[in-house]
């Protein structure tokens, strides 16, 4: 990876705070995602990267700080929030497709409600959605037909549908057998290639050594470091991420 590529902001958090209760889950939390950068987020069980990924496109609120996505604040909620979180797809570890919908309507509904395209035009970019992930042969099955790595690649095709700015992934691939883990990680490795904007939560430490710009490592609900992989990997600078790392590699 070039890691002298400089971003244009795409993705923005300064002072994002929130609690759980007593749970104190984001603490001060200062992140920029470029253009075109691929962040991967690692991190121990309960540090927080779910809900700092939910907080992006406030599926989460947040108690101060503030969020800028393109460069336009985050709203609380209305019209605004609904644009904004168009642009910003998720794809999550249970793949949330809909069961009673086929592959193809399933990449096709939100085109129709979101984007107001027409039923042709949806369909078409279904299609070439689907080929584009391996799944164009499975269009008119149902999500149970398919196995955990197909669905979870028709999750990312429905995310891509609406064009999205940026996507983020939460454990894309934890809840696969492991002979199907390539097969989504290969799909995210084409869409970071391709220069999609990509925050990415997952213990996949192979795509964040490959594919991500930088790694921010988080624990306690702050992020301790935030750094190229290759710096990150070789020479943690926290007690708390050489720990970490002690454990899975
Ligand atoms: P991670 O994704 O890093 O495992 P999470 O963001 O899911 O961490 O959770 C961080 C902490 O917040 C955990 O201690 C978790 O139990 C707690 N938490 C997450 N969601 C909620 C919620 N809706 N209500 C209360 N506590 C929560
Ligand atoms: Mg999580």
Do not use: W
């Amino acid at each position: 990876m070039n890691t002298d590529t400089t971003f244009a902001p795409l993705i923005e958090l300064s002072g994002v705070n929130k609690h759980f209760g007593a749970l104190h889950v984001l603490q001060d939390i200062e992140l920029t995602v470029g253009r075109g950068e691929v962040v991967v987020v690692i991190g121990p069980s309960g540090s927080g990267k779910s809900t700092l990924c939910r907080a992006i496109n406030r599926l989460e609120p947040i108690e101060s700080g503030t969020i800028t996505i393109d460069g336009r604040p985050l709203p609380a909620e209305g019209k605004g929030l609904a644009a904004l979180r168009a642009e910003v797809g998720m794809v999550f570890q249970s793949f949330n497709l809909f069961a009673h919908k086929t592959v193809l309507e399933n990449v096709t509904l939100a085109q129709l409600k979101v984007r107001r395209r027409g039923r042709a035009e949806a369909e078409a970019k279904g299609r070439a959605l689907l080929e584009r992930v391996g799944l164009a042969s499975q269009a008119d099955k149902y999500p149970a037909q398919l196995s955990g790595g197909q669905q979870q690649r028709v999750a990312i095709a429905r995310a891509l549908a609406m064009d999205p700015k940026a996507l983020l992934f939460d454990e894309p691939t934890s809840a696969l057998d492991p002979e199907m883990i390539n097969e989504v990680l290969d799909v995210m490795r084409a869409l970071a290639t391709e220069g999609m904007t990509m925050v990415v939560v997952t213990h996949e430490m192979g795509f964040a050594r490959s594919a991500a710009h930088r790694v921010v490592f988080m624990a306690d609900g702050r992020i301790i470091e935030d750094r190229p992989p290759e710096e990150f990997f070789s020479s943690p600078r926290s007690e708390r991420a050489r720990d970490f790392l002690s454990k899975i590699l």
